[in-house]
């Protein structure tokens, strides 16, 4: 984990503490050690480790899927949980730019909601899932300046996001999966790419009523209270 006072003149990367070097990302396996920052990575290790337990104490097959960023239809557009995408979503609808921290090189992992379905049936229908944790991600790191670029041109608007050289206490630099295990275990694969499941996102979302759809403001400010305590 970076602490603010890591970050100096904008070197956003963690180094080496003892070389000085900056690290090389790498895909989170499901053996890395879980460093809670937060309440709700407190709850989810919790709740894995509670369901492990009663699975095996009674002989009951339980599975824990990690999910990383889940996207599609019939998500939630209208709070400030629901994601990167939806925000910059809304903010490019509306002719703004993307606010983006850091210097929005930061990587994640986005997975579409259809190979989510997929994985959970793998899980429900192979014995060799039983007792197991698998994450369930594309495997490929995507920069979030690129998702806000992405998305401005599925849109057909010139708008470049908004780097804000800002950090947010608590975030991590990169975080995408290592998926060798679900592949290798259950046969699963990846089917949507990042583009054509931001394209099925975008036309859905012209479906959603207004009363549905997010509110850019209000949902700023809200992540602006959550971020300040």
């Known amino acids: 984990m970076r602490e603010p006072s890591d970050i100096v003149d904008g070197n956003w990367d963690p180094v080496c503490p003892n070389t000085g070097e900056k690290n090389e990302p790498i895909p989170t396996p499901e053996s890395a050690v879980q460093h809670c920052n937060s309440i709700y990575a407190i709850t989810k290790k919790n709740q894995e480790e509670m369901v492990m337990n009663v699975g095996k104490t009674y002989n009951i097959p339980v599975v824990a899927l ?5 996207y599609g239809p019939r998500q939630s557009l209208s709070n400030p949980y629901t994601g990167v995408v939806a925000i ?24 579409s909601v259809h190979d989510v379905a997929r994985a959970n049936i793998l899980a429900m229908e192979k014995d060799e899932a039983n007792y197991e944790v698998f994450n369930v991600g594309t495997g490929i790191p995507m920069q979030i300046k690129s998702i806000a670029e992405i998305l401005a041109e599925l849109y057909g608007k010139d708008i470049q996001p908004e780097i804000t050289s800002q950090f947010r206490k608590g975030d991590v630099r990169h975080c995408y999966s290592d998926n060798t295990k679900i592949r290798g275990k259950l046969g699963f694969e990846p089917q949507v790419s990042f583009e054509d499941g931001m394209k ?26 959550i971020i300040s305590g």
């Open 66 to 70: 990690r999910y990383f960023n889940v």
């Open 88 to 111: 910059f979503m809304s903010r490019i609808k509306n002719d703004h730019p993307p606010v983006v921290y850091e210097d929005g090189l930061q990587t994640r992992d986005f997975i």
């Open 200 to 225: 099925e996102l975008i036309e859905w979302s012209k479906t959603v009523s207004s009363e549905d759809k997010f509110d850019t403001a209000e949902a700023e400010l809200k992540v602006k209270n």
